[in-house]
């Protein structure tokens, strides 16, 4: 028998951000992260300097998580924690502080795909947000990932296609790189690409069989195209930013959506969800919505707090593992890359 009431502790701290969050059956009471702006310095993650600072952030964000939720730790019913994939170093703060916290209160420890969740945020009880219903197709795009998966339930999720070298998250943040703009360039080129022409500059698409990506030719043939109009013009960057970000984000877009199409005629599966990081980008979420329309699908975009790494994800995926009892223990391993 289940309590009526499941509290979860969610932790999360795969990469950069510390996170916290608290759930009751499925609804989020609070949800905390502490960002490390460190790492701007460097123009990317540095994984030792991560660790350390998750060492420092993950007890008063679980103590802020907590508070906000007004609940004591004596009324959790299990705490989750993400497994993997991430960095080690900061995979293992987060695993050791749940596992700690679990001995010592006696309650049930739970191990997290971090991808899972990504997709699974759908289900987190929110107002004015539907839950998809199984089947369904998931579009995680983020940093790391770039995948569609075949969700035939909570538990049974299937790749069905995913890139063979470098991730739409890595295609943004090297354009923006190129472009001069600051780490994490990804949001930025999101916000010059609103003010741009998307028309103006062409570039051509992957030649990738099924439904796989590929991002490492693209983000060279941007690279070529800014060093061929930079020699011409030393002023071209800051002249076209808006239309170059505007171009290669209509094309990164272009590319999902049409692996998407695919993967929807070879399922005849009519629902997708987007789900990680990138799934923040605002030309991304209205393609998807305009799809309804145009392809006669329905799509299912997370609230905006959900998309980027976070705990609430995590909690939703513990809740109903809790449900199953799905379990784990102190003896459960942290990975840098998990089976799926």
């Known amino acids: 028998m289940h309590p009526k009431e499941v509290f979860i502790l969610a932790i999360e701290s795969s990469c950069d951000d510390t996170a ?26 540095v994984p030792e300097l991560a660790s350390r600072a998750h060492q420092q952030n993950i007890v008063p964000v679980i103590d802020v998580a907590l508070k906000k ?18 960095l080690m170093g900061s995979l293992l703060v987060g695993a050791s502080f749940a596992k700690s916290m679990a001995i010592a209160l006696e309650i049930p420890l739970i191990a997290v ?21 199984f089947p369904f ?16 339930d909570f538990f049974h999720m299937e790749i069905i296609g995913e890139t063979t070298d470098d991730a739409v998250g890595e295609a943004f943040d090297k354009t923006a ?8 360039g990804g949001p930025l080129i999101d916000q010059f690409a609103q003010i741009g022409n998307p028309k103006k500059y062409t570039f051509t698409h ?27 013009n030393p002023n071209f960057i800051e002249e076209n930013k808006a239309d170059i970000c505007a171009s290669v984000q209509e094309t990164i877009i272009a590319i999902l959506m049409d692996k998407l199409k695919m993967a929807v005629a070879e399922t005849g599966i009519k629902q997708i969800a987007i789900g990680g990081g990138v ?7 209205n393609t998807l919505k305009a799809s309804e329309d145009k392809y006669g699908w329905k799509t299912f975009i997370p609230k905006f707090e959900y998309t980027t790494d ?28 998990i089976e799926f």
Not at 113 to 133: R, S, T, V, Y
Not at 279 to 285: E, H, K, T, V
């Open 137 to 152: 197709l998931a579009l995680t795009i983020s940093g790391g990932h770039t995948q569609i998966v075949k969700v035939h």
């Open 20 to 45: 916290a969050a608290v759930l009751c059956n499925g609804k989020v009471l609070s949800n905390e992260v502490a960002r490390q702006s460190i790492h701007e310095e460097y123009g990317g993650v």
């Open 279 to 285: 799934s923040a980008n605002s030309g991304i979420r």
């Open 177 to 184: 790189k190129i472009l001069g703009l600051p780490y994490p």
């Open 206 to 232: 992957p030649k990738v069989e099924g439904l796989n990506f590929s991002f490492s030719g693209l983000k060279t043939q941007i690279l070529y195209f800014v060093q061929r109009n930079t020699k011409e």
């Open 113 to 133: 795909n971090h991808m899972h969740a990504h997709i699974l945020a759908h289900f987190i009880d929110e107002e004015g947000f539907d839950k998809p219903n």
């Open 69 to 86: 939720a007004q609940i004591n730790k004596e009324q959790l019913s299990a705490i989750a924690f993400t497994q993997g994939p991430g």
């Open 310 to 337: 976070n705990a609430a994800m995590i909690g939703i995926v513990g809740y109903h593992k809790f449900l199953h009892d799905q379990f784990s223990d102190a003896n459960t391993v942290s990975k840098t890359r």
